[in-house]
């Protein structure tokens, strides 16, 4: 079973990043964004998809593990054509650390950030990101939360050819720590457990917003999903909001000038 494969085709819906932020950086700065970079990029699968976008996009992926960064390269990359081949860069380095060029975005999605314990950390990684920011740059996080985030569960859904299971096997209230899985069961039994592992700080978006502001962002705002009048449900459109509403679960976007 290879996880990559399983994971970007249940986590991830780059295309729909990828238009938010397009849309977004769009709409406050008032022109087009052309370089980006990926943070925790996994198999780089958002980068790859930013190069495809436009002839000027470039993209730079950062992540700690060499082995996901190599199973990117033969999957994603290798899927480019060759100019767009030539506009994407993998590092194998810390995203704290990192030494890249002035950006016009750094995204961090999948709420990877999450891993981040403590505000000093968490303060040094947003100034490290505002370091690499050209003047007109923007930061793009997600984050979730409601009243079933601090919750112990078990969630399966069902996808093409396999069930996807998400499972928060514990939470701890006192430091906010909880420890998470994805499993996969293929359609013939194969089963996959603990195929990714996730040991994260579950932050509010308040601690979050402040902890940007005090990194030195401008700005910190919560762009909060609307609500199809049919169904009820999300919409998949995000719009820069005050009030959100108590659901059970969420996700959301933060957007952070420099
Ligand atoms: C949840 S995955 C995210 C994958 C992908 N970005 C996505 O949106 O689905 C987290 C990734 O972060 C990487 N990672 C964890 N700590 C890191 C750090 N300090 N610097 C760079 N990458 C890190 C891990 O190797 C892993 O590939």
């Known amino acids: ?5 399983y ?4 986590v991830q819906c780059v295309e729909a990043e990828i ?3 397009e849309s977004t950086y769009q709409l406050i700065k008032g022109h087009p964004a052309r ?10 699968q958002t980068a790859c998809e930013w190069v495809q976008r436009h002839p000027s996009n470039t993209a730079i992926g950062v992540d700690l593990d060499p082995l996901v960064l190599q199973w990117g390269e ?3 990359l290798a899927a480019l054509a060759p100019d767009q081949l030539q506009r994407i860069e993998l590092l194998n380095d810390d995203v704290i650390t990192a030494s890249t060029q002035q950006l016009d975005v750094v995204l961090a999605m ?8 403590q505000r000093s950390q968490m303060i040094a990684y947003f100034s490290s990101v505002l370091e690499a920011l050209n003047t007109d ?8 939360g409601g009243y079933e985030a601090a919750k112990e569960l078990r969630e399966e859904r069902e996808c093409d050819g396999f069930i996807y299971i998400w499972e928060q096997a514990s939470f701890n209230p006192i430091n906010s720590q909880m420890q998470c899985y994805i499993h996969f069961v293929l359609d013939d039994g194969t089963r996959m457990d603990k195929a990714f592992d996730y040991y994260w700080r579950l932050w509010t978006l308040p601690e979050i917003t402040e902890m940007l502001i005090e990194a030195g962002f401008s700005s910190a705002e ?16 995000y719009s820069k909001s005050e009030v959100g509403t108590a659901d059970a679960g969420w996700v959301c976007y933060v957007v952070a000038e420099k």
Do not use: P
């Not at 079973?1 to 494969?5: E, G, L, R, V």
């Not at 740059?137 to 979730?144: E, M």
């Open 74 to 76: 033969n999957n994603n």
């Open 7 to 10: 994971y970007q085709n249940s």
């Open 222 to 237: 919560v762009y909060w999903e609307g609500t199809d009048a049919e169904t009820g449900e999300g919409d998949g459109i």
């Open 137 to 144: 740059g923007v930061l793009f996080l997600d984050a979730f």
């Open 1 to 5: 079973m290879d996880k990559h494969y």
């Open 35 to 44: 370089s980006l970079r990926e943070d925790f990029c996994g198999t780089a």
């Open 110 to 117: 999948n709420f990877s950030y999450f891993i981040f314990m």
């Open 19 to 21: 238009d938010f932020v």
